[in-house]
């Protein structure tokens, strides 16, 4: 299950009270105090990690509380600080305070690792109240409490290349065809229900991310189908492949649907809409004379990667070519 936004409560530990008790021995008179000070309440820590690429560890946990420190002890001892709690989150996650909606955080790096709430002081035990003028002190401290959040967790993914276009245009055919990942491929709308993420390994170790986006239709910047709550996901990518199929089923013009898909992008995000955009004509397999494909180069005047997910055709090229822009951007950035 992909799960990309959610709610949680997080609470620092409490510190640990501090000891009131006074040095019994044998044959020792007038024994000193010697209660020892509390321990620090455990932090909170947010850190992101490769392994992860979905909120779904939040959907039945809503509260997470850290360690609380131990009160301290006679003989001066003081009490252990409590554990502090690392929440493991996917790359790309943002940490929003919910009461201040206030963003904390962009998790937007592997290892990245941030204290969002800071455990409680320990309380200080009745030795470290002794003086020249008070030697019996029967004063204590309590243990602070440790700092509570409401967090509000949003995902977007962090890819290279996102891959867009209307439903049925073979998306999730090309991500299967270049990468291990596999999403669900049937001959009907809207059959990829979720952002889809999948590494490209090219000859030489070369590697890339490409995610696949659900479908989008006219309408999707405000709500339309399933791009709105998707849109967010290739915010981060580095370069958008837009695939074309150059045959609709519903017997729809290409051209009409680019120029669609381009208008919900530029209607969502001016800085999405300008990103770099890769035009690729799928399904050429129906199209053995190209005549099509010569067609929509005529009326878009851009330049076109011919394709067939299903047959291969032009996909080694087509990594090659996204590949080698997203090095290109990486060099610049």
Not at 196 to 218: C, H, K, Q, T, W
Not at 279 to 289: E, M, Q, R, S
């Amino acid at each position: 299950m992909f799960i990309d936004e959610t709610q949680i409560q997080i609470i620092a530990g409490d510190g640990g009270h501090g000891c009131l008790s006074f040095r019994r021995e044998k044959f020792v008179p007038k024994g000193g105090p010697d209660g020892g000070d509390g321990g620090r309440g455990g932090n909170v820590y947010f850190q992101a990690v490769d392994n992860l690429d979905t909120l779904l560890d939040f959907a039945g946990k809503h509260r997470w509380r850290a360690q609380n420190g131990q009160p301290g002890s006679g003989r001066n001892k003081f009490g252990s600080d409590g554990q502090d709690l690392i929440i493991k989150v996917p790359p790309g996650t943002l940490i929003y305070d919910t009461d201040l909606d206030l963003l904390l955080k962009d998790m937007n790096e592997v290892g990245l690792n941030v204290c969002v709430c800071r455990g409680g002081k320990g309380g200080r035990g009745n030795k470290s109240f002794a003086s020249s003028t008070n030697q019996t002190p029967r004063e204590t401290e309590l243990g602070r409490k440790g700092q509570e959040r409401n967090i509000r967790l949003q995902l977007k993914l962090i890819a290279d290349v996102g891959l867009v276009g209307i439903p049925n245009a073979g998306k999730s055919t090309l991500i299967s065809r270049c990468s291990a990942a596999r999403p669900k491929i049937a001959d009907y709308p809207f059959t990829t229900l979720e952002p889809v993420l999948g590494i490209v390994e090219l000859s030489g170790y070369r590697r890339f991310v490409m995610a696949d986006i659900p479908g989008l239709i006219e309408g999707a910047h405000t709500g339309a189908g399933l791009g709105y709550k998707f849109l967010k996901h290739i915010e981060r990518t580095a370069i958008l492949a837009h695939i074309l199929d150059i045959m609709p089923t519903d017997g729809s013009d290409p051209v009409e649907n680019y120029n669609a898909i381009r208008h919900e992008l530029e209607q969502y995000s001016k800085a999405l809409a300008q990103k770099q955009e890769v035009i690729v004509a799928n399904k050429t397999d129906l199209d053995p004379d190209g005549k099509i494909i010569e067609d929509l180069r005529e009326k878009l005047n851009k330049e076109i990667h011919p394709i067939s997910a299903v047959t291969g055709s032009g996909t080694k090229e087509l990594s090659e070519l996204l590949w080698q822009k997203v090095k290109e951007l990486k060099a610049q950035s």
